[in-house]
């Protein structure tokens, strides 16, 4: 097929877009958006500091916008992110202990009871495992309500919305490393307490390289029985981004597992990276060689 969507689908996988509402009055944008993706993610506009800006009050008008938008055109919505360390409310990031347990499951309730129906997978927990040798997890006020924090997420958003899949979702797992390593014994434990889990995204922010194990390591986590889902990707311009980008595309779908491929921004403008110029469109909106390389390993 002739563009990223379609070509995906014909794969039985998806091929998205991060987004945001700021952007919908910008026609070019919103051309390449229509055309290329069958599927979207809200940029910022479902994280805990936009969807509850004070306790108890929350806030869907952005999120309710991409949901909209994504079914007046037939794509499927992954939803990002129900709990992480940063983008809390400042209220959350007063809070301790049972007091910010409480809060953050009740937001976990409420934010995926609201989108019931509506998501094809949740980000519920985000990035919360230790860069570096340690294998363990990442120091945060919600780590410290205690190491069952992530698994009571999980259990919230199963009531909430048992429809969609659930993910574990986080950055620096490109290949098997000590941090990767850690996230595959959670998940491997939770598989066998039988604490719902469904997926795990691999965020593959990458630079000017890419670990040889990359496809090894989707598939080790295929193995335990969660599906995999490359959920923000963006590529340090230079000589190698054409060939890493179909490297990764050709990693997911050689996953039978791999549902799909999300890269965080339509062109490079839109990007959180500024100058890197990291994704498929210049900032006309033009197809880069990435983008062909992407299209040709569909
Ligand atoms: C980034 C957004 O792109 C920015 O607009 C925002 O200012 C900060 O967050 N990992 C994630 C994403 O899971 O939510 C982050 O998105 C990028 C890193």
Redesign the pocket.
Known sequence: ASTLGASAAEKGRYFGA?V?TYKFSDSTYMSVLNREFNSVVA??EM?WDATEPQRGVFNYSGGDRIVSHARAGGMSVRG??LL?H??QPGWAQGLSGGDLRNAAINHVTQVATHFRGQIHSW?VV??AFADGGSGGRRDSNLQRTGNDWIEAAFRAARAADPGAKLCY?D?NTDGINPKSTGIYNMVRDFKARGVPIDCVGF?S?LGTSIPGDYQANLQRFADLGVDVQI??LDVTQGSNQANIYATVTRACLAVSRCNGVTV??VRDCDS?RGSENPLLFDCAGNRKPAYTAVLDAL
């Open positions: 991060a945001g940029e910022n994280k990002h992110t992480w940063a983008q980000d985000n990035e979702n950055y965020q922010h959920t923000e965080w921004g959180w």
